[in-house]
């Protein structure tokens, strides 16, 4: 079973390897952007003032773990709804790109105004309070995004299985949201954890 799995995996990346960098590459082009925008100019005390507060209500309070896993599931479940819907619309492999490109923008937002405004604090933040969800979630987010991407570009050539165009993106979908509850036991669970332990 493990076997065929890997099999199976291992085809998928083969097949779809230039999808695969297309997407990313449109994440990364927006992540980019807003290094170019640079969006902390004239915000800087106050981005810095939210992330200190944030930091130092993590450390000696906690957080509500509960509250934590639930928004991070809903951000989840709406970016999976977003795709799911983009998939079965003519319009959706467009669509499909733009969103990811947006997505990439707001990562690069976090990012960059943390770096811009804490400085090499930043890297402890990113280490603790991003990577280890996004280790699980960047992944599966993109994998999703080419299959939304593949099947909109699918209808835009003419519907000729409508059932495998509506099931399998929902299907896949599912297995996505599974992967992605990981993610956010991490971020509620661990993530805290670990920002008390190591800022």
Known sequence: MKKRL???????IKNNLKGYILIACIFLSGFMLSYALNV????????????????????????D?????????????????????????VLGSAGTLVFVFLKGLSYGIVLTS???V???DAIGMFLCL???HAIISLPCFLGYSHHCFMNAYSVLKGVKDLK??????????VVSLGFLSVA????????????????
Do not use: C, W
């Not at 902390?40 to 906690?62: P, Q, R």
């Not at 934590?68 to 795709?83: C, P, V």
């Open 164 to 173: 495998k165009r509506v099931l399998i993106p929902l299907v896949f979908g």
């Open 40 to 63: 902390s100019v004239g915000a800087e005390e106050e981005i810095k003032h939210y992330i200190e507060d944030f930091l130092t209500s993590v450390k000696n309070y906690g957080t």
């Open 114 to 116: 943390s770096f811009f």
């Open 65 to 89: 773990f509960n509250k934590t896993f639930r928004l991070a599931m809903l951000g989840y479940i709406e970016s999976l709804i977003i795709l799911y819907f983009l998939s079965l619309s």
């Open 130 to 132: 991003i990577l280890p």
């Open 184 to 199: 956010a036991l991490i971020q509620a669970y661990f993530e805290p954890i670990l920002t008390r332990t190591i800022l």
């Open 118 to 120: 804490v400085g090499n």
């Open 6 to 12: 890997k099999d199976e995996l291992a085809y998928l």
